[in-house]
C-alpha cells in the first residue's frame, strides 16, 4: 500500500469515526416520537396514563413527504394553505383543521417552475388569507436555473441565509433532475432531501405530478419518493362535488390524517370545506 492510498484510508477511518455518533442508535435507549411540523386533526389512545390525545402529523421534522397530483389540479392552493398555516399555527377559517408547530422555526417556499409574476401569486396568498405580513418567510422562484444549480442554491440558501429552518416547501421537485425516469439521478436527488431534512431537523415537502390516467408519481423519481417519504398525500378533483379538491393520505409511517377537502371560492382563495363531502374515491 503506498504513502497516499494508507494516508486516505485514515482519513476515512477519522471520517466515519466522526459520523459515529450520529447513526448509531441504541436499542434499549427510548427515543420520542418526532415533533410535528404540521398536522390536521387529532387522534386518540388508551395509554397506562389514561386516554392521551396526540396532533395527527401531515409532516414532522426531520422527515420529509411530497404531493402528488395530475396537472392543473390546484396543488399550489394546497401549498399556500400549509405554508398559512405554519406560519400562523392556523390558516383561519379557511384552514380547517390544518395547524402548524414552529416556535422561531422559518420557512422556505420554493417554486422551480413559474416565472416571477406567476410565483409572487402563490407566494402572496398566505398574506392574503390572513391578512398579515410574515417574518422568517423566504420565498424563491428558481426557473432561471438549471436542475444541479437549483439544488446547490437551496442547500447554500439554507445554510447561509436562514437562521433556523423548519419547513422547506418544493414544488416541483422534478425541476431538481434532468430526467425523472433516470434510476441513479431520482435516487441521489432523494437521497440528498433525506441528508437535508436530517442535518438541518427540519420537514421538506414537495411536490410532483401523477402520471396520466394513473395513481403513480412520475416516473422513477416517483416511485424512490414513495419508498422514502413520510407521508404521501394525493390530490383528486372530487366527482361528487364539481369545483372541490379531495386531499387524501395516501401512505404514511405515522398514523393516517383524514380526508378532507378544498375549494377555491370567489376571491381565489383556498378553503378547506368540513366535513368533506367526500372520504373514498
Known amino acids: 500500500?503506498?504513502?497516499?492510498?494508507?494516508?486516505?484510508?485514515?482519513?476515512?477511518?477519522?471520517?466515519?469515526?466522526?459520523?459515529?455518533?450520529?447513526?448509531?442508535?441504541?436499542?434499549?435507549?427510548?427515543?420520542?416520537?418526532?415533533?410535528?411540523?404540521?398536522?390536521?386533526?387529532?387522534?386518540?389512545?388508551?395509554?397506562?396514563?389514561?386516554?392521551?390525545?396526540y396532533h395527527t402529523p401531515l409532516a414532522t421534522y426531520g422527515n420529509f413527504s411530497f404531493v402528488q397530483a395530475p396537472p392543473k389540479s390546484c396543488k399550489s392552493y394546497l401549498i399556500s394553505l400549509i405554508s398559512t398555516a405554519y406560519l400562523n399555527g392556523n390558516a383561519g377559517t379557511r384552514g380547517g383543521d390544518l395547524r402548524g408547530h414552529r416556535t422561531d422555526e422559518e420557512i422556505i417556499h420554493i417554486d422551480?417552475?413559474?416565472?416571477?409574476?406567476?410565483?409572487?401569486?402563490?407566494?402572496?396568498?398566505?398574506?392574503?388569507?390572513?391578512?398579515?405580513?410574515?417574518?422568517?418567510?423566504?420565498?424563491?422562484?428558481?426557473?432561471?436555473?438549471?436542475?444541479?444549480?437549483?439544488?446547490?442554491?437551496?442547500?447554500?440558501?439554507?445554510?447561509?441565509?436562514?437562521?433556523?429552518?423548519?419547513?422547506?416547501?418544493?414544488?416541483?421537485?422534478?425541476?431538481?433532475?434532468?430526467?425523472?425516469?433516470n434510476i441513479e439521478e431520482a435516487n441521489l436527488l432523494v437521497q440528498w432531501v433525506m441528508r437535508m431534512t436530517a442535518v438541518h431537523n427540519c420537514h421538506i415537502m414537495t411536490v410532483i405530478h401523477s402520471n396520466f390516467g394513473s395513481d403513480k408519481p412520475t416516473g422513477h423519481l416517483g416511485s424512490f419518493l414513495e419508498k422514502k417519504a413520510e407521508t404521501q398525500i394525493e390530490l383528486k378533483n372530487n366527482e361528487m362535488a364539481v369545483g372541490t379538491i379531495n386531499v387524501s393520505c395516501k401512505r404514511s409511517r405515522s398514523r393516517e390524517?383524514?380526508?378532507?377537502?378544498?375549494?377555491?371560492?370567489?376571491?381565489?382563495?383556498?378553503?378547506?370545506?368540513?366535513?368533506?363531502?367526500?372520504?373514498n374515491f
Open 112 to 181: 422551480t417552475e413559474q416565472s416571477k409574476f406567476h410565483a409572487s401569486r402563490v407566494f402572496k396568498r398566505p398574506y392574503e388569507i390572513t391578512g398579515k405580513p410574515y417574518e422568517g418567510y423566504h420565498t424563491l422562484a428558481l426557473r432561471p436555473m438549471s436542475p444541479r444549480d437549483r439544488m446547490g442554491f437551496i442547500e447554500w440558501y439554507i445554510e447561509e441565509k436562514v437562521e433556523k429552518v423548519g419547513l422547506v416547501l418544493i414544488d416541483g421537485i422534478a425541476d431538481l433532475c434532468n430526467d425523472v425516469n
Open 1 to 53: 500500500m503506498t504513502e497516499d492510498e494508507i494516508n486516505k484510508k485514515e482519513e476515512q477511518r477519522m471520517y466515519y469515526d466522526m459520523m459515529l455518533s450520529d447513526v448509531y442508535v441504541d436499542p434499549a435507549e427510548e427515543i420520542e416520537h418526532p415533533p410535528v411540523a404540521i398536522s390536521y386533526g387529532e387522534h386518540s389512545y388508551n395509554t397506562k396514563n389514561g386516554v392521551q390525545t
Open 257 to 279: 390524517f383524514e380526508s378532507f377537502d378544498f375549494l377555491i371560492d370567489k376571491y381565489g382563495l383556498p378553503k378547506i370545506i368540513t366535513p368533506p363531502t367526500l372520504t
